[in-house]
């Protein structure tokens, strides 16, 4: 098992965008923002955050022109300004909760059946949709699936998978190379969010499932069920435009992310790794 990114706990990593990464130790998770323009070497403003995101010291380059030092201010301020927005309206909920992908290998190798950037792609969707409601993703556990899990067909497949989900605290999400539909034998699924013998839930999703089908899953794991709105995340009719949750939907996710919380099924698990 592979313990990714920030630690739980005390925090040791914090990725960037668009910059060097930054290696820092402790509770505090520290960031590089870099700010480059065409006539200058790139200029790196180092900000420290707290554990929540809010800003304690900004140490930027003396010799800073004043238009460009405005610009580092209003780059700054977009910063910090935009948790500060989603916080407001997710009405003071705002929680980072972890998921653990347990990865199927290809028949003819060891490499994982979806790389990294696939992954990554599925949970910026999901944080895309999620992280207005004050509830956002972040991978923290990696574990290979052995083989006899890779293909999906029946519901004693799936049950299965109870016994490799963790204990409470994250979302277990299971990546398949296929996924049987358990009621129409031969039609085949890109994603499930399944109820294990106990009471366990899990995702699994397929190796073919498109962008956002994990945030789709996840919409069910918060208590959300299918629409026929058309492009609406939890509808099967897509246009291929961006999907949208109803006012309905994210006040049903923000109920079941607060009672995650309040029960110890999902914890908090800190700051994104990527700000923006
Ligand atoms: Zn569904």
């Avoid at 800073?64 to 309206?89: D, E, G, K």
């Amino acid at each position: 098992m592979t313990r990714r990114t920030v630690d739980d706990v005390t925090g040791t990593l914090c990725d960037v965008t668009g910059g060097a990464p930054a290696s820092t130790t402790g509770a505090v998770c520290g960031f590089v923002l870099s700010h480059a323009t065409a006539a200058h070497d790139m200029e790196i403003v180092q900000a420290h955050l707290t554990h929540r995101g809010e800003m304690k010291t900004i140490d930027a380059r003396d010799n800073v022109p004043p238009v460009r030092r405005a610009i580092l201010v209003v780059a700054l301020f977009a910063v910090f300004a935009f948790p500060r927005a989603a916080h407001a309206q997710s009405g003071g909920l705002d929680a980072v909760f972890g998921l653990s992908f347990s990865i199927a290998r290809q028949t003819a190798s060891d490499a994982r059946i979806v790389d990294e950037g696939w992954v990554d792609a599925q949970i910026n969707e999901a944080n895309r949709l999620f992280s207005p409601l004050g509830t956002r993703f972040r991978w923290t556990i990696e574990k290979p699936l052995a083989e006899t899990h890779a293909s999906m067909h029946t519901r004693a497949d799936r049950d299965a998978l109870t016994p490799l989900t963790e204990a409470n605290g994250v979302v277990d999400v299971f990546l398949v190379r296929e996924l049987e539909d358990v009621d129409d034998p031969g039609t085949y699924r890109r994603g499930v969010c399944w109820t294990g013998k106990g009471g366990k839930r899990f995702l699994i999703v397929s190796q073919v499932a498109g962008i956002s089908v994990l945030a789709h899953e996840l919409g069910h794991f918060f208590g959300n069920q299918h629409t026929q709105v058309t492009d609406n995340l939890m509808s099967y009719s897509r246009t291929g435009a961006p999907p949208f949750l109803d006012d309905g939907q994210k006040a049903t996710i923000t109920a079941f992310s607060t009672r995650f919380l309040a029960t110890g099924r999902l914890v908090d698990v800190g700051p994104p790794i990527r700000f923006f």
